[in-house]
C-alpha cells in the first residue's frame, strides 16, 4: 500500500521528518508500505493569488497549475496521507497554509474523498490549532488518525520520549485499521455539506458553474450509497434555515 507524507515545513530534515520517519518504522513492522516524502517547499507549488478560479471555474483554469497538478496526482494513488506541519506563532507555517489555499478546491468538489488522512503536528506550544488547520487542508476525506509530536530544541527526558513513542503507535494504529477497512462511508456532516453545495451549484451556475458541473452528475451523494430518509429530512430543514440567514451573500438580482 502507499502512503504519501505532505512535509509542511520550510526546513528540511526537521522534526517533522523524524515524525514521519518514526511512524514508517512503526507501520512496516507488522506490513510492508511503500512511503512517498513530499516536502512542499521543494515542490514550486506557487502561491496562491486568490483569483478564485479554481473554485468558480474549475482547478484546470488556475493561470499556475502545473505544481499542483503533479501534486495533486500523488495524492491520487495514495492509499494513505500523512499532512506533518510543525507550529509557528500556533500556526502551521506559510508553505502548509499555500498548500492549504491552493487545495481549496477541495471543499467544493472533494476529488480525494476515498483517502485515509493523518495529521500530524510537530513542536510544543499550539499543536492543537495545527491539528485543527492540517483538519482542513483537503476537502472530504476522513480524518482518521491524529497525533502530537513533542518535538522541544532540547533534550527530552526518557520518560517525554517513551511518552511521544506510546503516542505515535496509537496514533498510527488507527491510521493503519481504516486504510485496511478502505472506503468511504459518509457522516451526516458530509452528506449535509453535499447537499448544500448541491442545491446552491443550480441556483449558482453562473458563479460556480465547475460546482454545477461537478454536482449535475450526482445522485444522493458524491458516492453510489443510499441515504436514509431522516438525514434527507434533516438536511432539507438545516439547509433552508442556512440559506435564509446567509441570504445577504446571495447575488443580487435588481427587480424591476
Same mark, same amino acid.
Given at each position: ?16 521528518? !523524524?515524525?514521519? %520517519?518514526?511512524?514508517?518504522? @512503526?507501520? $512496516? ?10 516536502? &512542499? +517547499? ?69 476529488? !480525494?474523498?476515498? %483517502?485515509?488522512?493523518?495529521? @500530524?503536528? $510537530? ?10 488547520? &492540517? +483538519? ?121
Amino acid at each position: 500500500m502507499r502512503i504519501v507524507v505532505v512535509l509542511g515545513s520550510p526546513k528540511k530534515n526537521g522534526a517533522g521528518t !523524524l515524525a514521519a %520517519k518514526d511512524i514508517e518504522s @512503526v507501520m $512496516n513492522e507488522s506490513e510492508r508500505f511503500d512511503f512517498e516524502y513530499i516536502q &512542499l +517547499s521543494d515542490v514550486g507549488l506557487g502561491l496562491c493569488r486568490g483569483c478564485f478560479l479554481c473554485i468558480s471555474k474549475g482547478e484546470d483554469v488556475c493561470p499556475m497549475s502545473e505544481g499542483r497538478k503533479m501534486l495533486q496526482a500523488r495524492l491520487e494513488q495514495a492509499d494513505g496521507i500523512i499532512l506533518i506541519s510543525p507550529t509557528y506563532v500556533q500556526d502551521v507555517p506559510w508553505v502548509m497554509k499555500n498548500f492549504i489555499d491552493r487545495f481549496a478546491f477541495t471543499h467544493h468538489r472533494p476529488i !480525494l474523498l476515498d %483517502k485515509k488522512v493523518m495529521v @500530524v503536528a $510537530n513542536g510544543g506550544s499550539g499543536l492543537n490549532r495545527v491539528r485543527e488547520s &492540517l +483538519s482542513m487542508a483537503i476537502g472530504g476525506p476522513d480524518i482518521v488518525a491524529e497525533l502530537d509530536y513533542i518535538s522541544p530544541n532540547w533534550p527530552m527526558s526518557p520518560r517525554a520520549s517513551a511518552k511521544r513513542d506510546k503516542a505515535v503507535r496509537r496514533s498510527v494504529s488507527k491510521f493503519m485499521a481504516a486504510i485496511e477497512k478502505g472506503g468511504h462511508e459518509p457522516t451526516f456532516s458530509k452528506y449535509l455539506m453535499f447537499r448544500f453545495f448541491k442545491d446552491i451549484s443550480d441556483e449558482m451556475e453562473e458563479y460556480l458553474p465547475a460546482d454545477h458541473r461537478y454536482y449535475s452528475n450526482k445522485g444522493d451523494y458524491h458516492t453510489s450509497v443510499k441515504i436514509n430518509r431522516v438525514w434527507n429530512f434533516f438536511a432539507g430543514v438545516i439547509i433552508a434555515v442556512l440559506k435564509r440567514s446567509m441570504s445577504d451573500m446571495a447575488p443580487y438580482v435588481e427587480k424591476d
